[in-house]
T-cell receptor
Framework: DTEVTQTPKHLVMGMTNKKSLKCEQH?????MYWYKQKAKKPPELMFV???????INESVPSRFSPECPNSSLLNLHLHALQPEDSALYLC?????????????????FGEGSWLTVV | AQKVTQAQTEISVVEKEDVTLDCVYE???????LFWYKQPPSGELVFLIR??????QNEISGRYSWNFQKSTSSFNFTITASQVVDSAVYFC???????????????FGTGTRLQVTL
């Protein structure tokens, strides 16, 4: 069973609002991720944190600001979003791997936060 | 570049029928990992299986089975005696390594929507 929890489950925000999505995992994983998923599309990677440091930013607009306060928490701060940013935002984590590349680590996802920008 | 193809966009079956979801992948790596995830309407991506490129043994887990064939670059997923609760979008994914940290990167297929009716 997944142990990645996300809050809120649903969020409606105006284009001038500032809000945050929160994610927590208690599996001791050292990599955490934010994905964005539009309807009928696969998830798209946004950010990767490795050992609480931002290691990958997939050219995400600055109106999305990630934060990793500690090894268990991951936030996504939202500001001045556009209606086209409405999507399902998925948090995920993966364990520390034994191989140098860690390419085989399973990524575990949370239930997601459904975001609507009006 | 890595690529995952799920040619079946939607499949509709009647309960108790067997159904196979196809997945074909492309990679230049000699070591790689393949995954299947299930996404019910609630949104959560549920991990189903991980397979590494050196292990071509087929796997069975209850009503689920997976057929991995490197010769055809395929990793197909069969549900036996399908049930209404199997209705979901199923994603096949291929993992590649980042050069730093503990992170993994998944390349997703476009997903196959399975509808099981009574």
């Amino acid at each position: 069973d997944t142990e990645v929890t996300q809050t809120p489950k649903h969020l409606v925000m105006g284009m001038t609002n500032k809000k945050s999505l929160k994610c927590e995992q208690h599996m001791g994983h050292r990599a955490m991720y934010w994905y964005k998923q539009k309807a009928k599309k696969p998830p798209e990677l946004m950010f990767v944190y490795s050992y609480e440091k931002l290691s990958i930013n997939e050219s995400v607009p600055s109106r999305f600001s990630p934060e990793c306060p500690n090894s268990s928490l991951l936030n996504l701060h939202l500001h001045a979003l556009q209606p086209e940013d409405s999507a399902l935002y998925l948090c995920a984590s993966s364990p520390r791997g034994s191989s140098p590349s860690n390419s085989g680590n399973t990524i575990y996802f949370g239930e997601g936060s459904w975001l609507t920008v009006v | 570049a890595q690529k995952v193809t799920q040619a079946q966009t939607e499949i509709s079956v009647v309960e108790k029928e067997d159904v196979t979801l196809d997945c074909v992948y492309e990679t230049r790596d000699t070591t790689y990992y393949l995954f299947w995830y299930k996404q019910p309407p609630s949104g959560e991506l549920v991990f189903l299986i991980r397979r590494n490129s050196f292990d071509e043994q087929n796997e069975i887990s209850g009503r689920y089975s997976w057929n991995f064939q490197k010769s055809t670059s395929s990793f197909n997923f069969t549900i036996t005696a399908s049930q209404v609760v199997d209705s979901a979008v199923y994603f096949c994914a291929l993992s590649e390594a980042y050069s730093t940290g503990t992170a993994s990167k998944l390349t997703f297929g476009t997903g196959t929507r399975l509808q099981v009716t009574l």
